[in-house]
Nanobody
Framework: QVQSVESGGGLVQAGGSLRLSCAAS????????MGWFRQAPGKQREIVAG????????YYADSVRGRFTISRDNAKNTVALQMNSLKPEDTAVYYC??????????????????WGQGTQVTVSS
């Protein structure tokens, strides 16, 4: 099991930037893909970005590609999400999660587990 703790959310104006961080502990972090997800009120949880266990493969939702960057530091057991050019529609609770199986990278939410408590991101227009 991986315990994930997110931080870095907040209130920002449209066009601004935020950097989210996720500190993970538990099973061997470097063996598992990690993902950032978000859930807005009344909407389903959706993947924002994912990164493979080694960091050499990434995935981005169409809505954030070119604006968000996911990265990981396996030495520090952390994964980050740099969010630039934020839009009001990016407002949501953001979660990080770990892949269920080692050495697998599947972008579906069902492939992830050990969700953190989430961090609120609010983008004002």
């Amino acid at each position: 099991q991986v315990q994930s703790v997110e931080s870095g959310g907040g209130l920002v104006q449209a066009g601004g930037s935020l950097r989210l961080s996720c500190a993970a502990s538990g099973r061997t972090f470097r063996n598992y893909a990690m993902g950032w997800f978000r859930q807005a009120p009344g909407k389903q949880r959706e993947i924002v970005a994912g990164i493979s266990w080694s960091g050499d493969t990434t995935y981005y939702a169409d809505s954030v590609r070119g604006r968000f960057t996911i990265s990981r530091d396996n030495a520090k057991n952390t994964v980050a999400l740099q969010m630039n050019s934020l839009k009001p529609e990016d407002t949501a609770v953001y979660y990080c999660a770990a892949g269920r199986l080692p050495y697998r990278f599947d972008k579906s939410p069902e492939a992830f587990t050990d969700w953190g408590q989430g961090t609120q991101v609010t983008v004002s227009s």
